[in-house]
């Protein structure tokens, strides 16, 4: 029966491998009849990886990511020196999959909102805050009444003093909108992880990472409205204008790209179970890359981080100038302040000149590791997932330059953050793609993958 489904599904993909697949159905059915059952389900299972990542066209190999996913759902039980995540089977598989990366795609949306409301400067209106939250106004008297807690703020009397009831609801309704989106993020969370312990999908150890996302997505609550309540509180200085601190807003948006990582890699891990691999030659370059993405990795991380910083300072709204910062290429500002280390998260010239630095590190070290493993005997999946890095490493800096020039607007700042987000998705699939397969799966594997013209 698994055979059969194998064999099904292989031939509804591509049916030019119908040969091929039929003869390494007869090598499975004749090993098992000379060796233990144990044995024979690990053979056949590696088998099924094997060919469940091929997809031909015109005679060539080509990525299948969707084949990838389906082939490692199959069969899985009995695998030497693999631990699934997910019991009940390929059914339970696929549905605990879509709601990781359901969720994962949903604190994607709360990073774009967020940088939305800190844009449009709506992030300071609600001067209050709720773990459970609350009802919006919804009459004219309440509405007065939040306007009225808002005009005691700091922001208001030194920026927006004279602003209309009506552009106050605007910034409201955003900030708002970003509070409740994250306790939607809580539910449709907690109750399909509710539902799937029940049923007994989970296991030890993908609960406990679960558990444990959890737990920082109520933290990131908390860290939030810490953040708010620093841009509440009296500028230092009577011509500074009120901003929340740049070192919680950079903790609060590190936060959530940590709990993305975590869903996106756990969400890959469940559908995934093995890497792409068809030979060992494969298997050898993918480790080659392996060891030059994870630096690569995080000087990406490193470069998000100081952009947190760059907004936090509201540093893109100095020296919007490119490549040059002004008419200099390092400001002479860049170590005004004592102690020393100070500059580096607080002094605008040097948070901006650092943010420069490290995108264009981020460039070129993506770009040294396409030309690295340019002849690297690797899966096709990998190396089409290295180009597309490369060009959304050479987009991304295309969007900081363009937003630095144009003073920051809503659309290309939202863009750029979003940008660093989806370069951290694809280094963490190249991370996930390239790591090492299990046992069974190595054992089964030919030296040199099998091409076909």
């Known amino acids: 029966m698994f055979q059969s489904r194998v064999i099904s599904l292989i031939l509804k993909r591509n049916k030019a491998s119908l040969n091929s697949i039929l003869a390494n159905f007869k090598e499975t059915t004749s090993f098992r009849a000379s060796s233990s059952s144990l044995s024979s389900s690990s053979s056949t299972v590696a088998r099924s990886s094997l060919y469940g990542f091929r997809s031909l066209y015109k005679g060539t190999y080509m990525p299948s990511w969707?084949?990838?996913?389906?082939?490692?759902?199959?069969?899985?039980?009995n695998k030497e020196g693999l631990k699934l995540l997910v019991t009940g089977g390929?059914?339970?598989?696929?549905?605990?999959?879509i709601w990781l990366f359901g969720s994962a795609a949903w604190v994607f949306s709360m990073v774009i909102l967020g940088g939305i409301t800190r844009l449009t400067r709506s992030g300071l209106s609600m001067t209050d805050w709720k773990f459970t939250g609350s009802l919006p106004p919804l009459s004219d008297e309440e509405w007065l009444q939040e306007f009225e807690k808002y005009k005691q703020s700091p922001e208001y009397m030194r920026v927006n003093k004279g602003m209309s009831l009506e552009d106050f609801k605007?910034?409201?309704?955003?900030?708002?909108?970003?509070?409740?989106?994250?306790?939607g993020l809580g539910i449709i969370f907690a109750l399909p992880f509710s539902y799937f312990l029940r049923k007994g999908y989970i296991t030890l150890r993908l609960g406990l990472k679960l558990s444990a996302l959890f737990a920082l997505g109520a933290g990131q609550g908390l860290i939030g409205w810490w953040m708010v309540k620093s841009g509440l509180e009296e500028p230092p200085s009577e011509y500074a204008q009120p901003r929340v601190s740049p070192y919680r807003l950079t903790a609060h948006l590190t936060s959530a790209f940590v709990i993305y990582t975590g869903l996106f890699w756990t969400a890959l891990s469940v559908v995934m179970p093995e890497p792409p691999a068809e030979s060992v030659a494969w298997v050898r370059g993918a480790a080659k890359v392996k060891k030059l993405a994870l630096p690569v990795s995080f000087i990406v991380g490193i470069t998000a981080v100081s952009g947190a910083f760059v907004a936090g300072n509201d540093a893109g709204h100095a020296y919007n100038t490119f490549p040059k910062m002004g008419d200099t290429w390092i400001p002479d500002d860049i170590f005004n302040m004592k102690?020393?280390?100070?500059?580096?998260?607080?002094?605008?010239?040097?948070?901006?000149?650092?943010?420069?630095?490290?995108?264009?590190t981020t460039l070129l070290s993506i770009g040294a590791l396409w030309w690295s493993t340019r002849k690297l005997d690797i899966h096709?999946?990998?190396?089409?997932?290295?180009?597309?890095?490369?060009?959304?490493?050479?987009?991304?800096?295309?969007?900081?330059?363009?937003?630095?020039?144009?003073?920051?607007?809503?659309?290309?700042?939202?863009?750029?953050?979003?940008?660093?987000?989806?370069?951290?998705?694809?280094m963490i699939l190249l991370n996930h793609t390239t790591r090492k397969p299990s046992v069974s799966l190595l054992k089964s594997l030919p030296q040199v993958a099998k091409t076909t013209f």
């Open 66 to 77: 969707r084949n990838m996913s389906t082939a490692a759902a199959v069969g899985m039980e």
């Open 90 to 97: 390929p059914r339970a598989q696929k549905a605990v999959g």
């Open 170 to 183: 605007f910034i409201y309704w955003m900030e708002y909108a970003h509070r409740m989106w994250g306790r």
């Open 339 to 360: 102690p020393l280390i100070r500059n580096f998260f607080e002094n605008t010239s040097m948070v901006q000149l650092d943010h420069r630095i490290l995108a264009t």
């Open 380 to 426: 096709p999946a990998i190396r089409s997932l290295i180009g597309s890095t490369v060009g959304m490493a050479a987009l991304q800096v295309t969007l900081g330059i363009s937003t630095l020039l144009s003073y920051v607007p809503v659309s290309l700042g939202t863009a750029h953050q979003a940008g660093a987000l989806t370069l951290l998705t694809l």
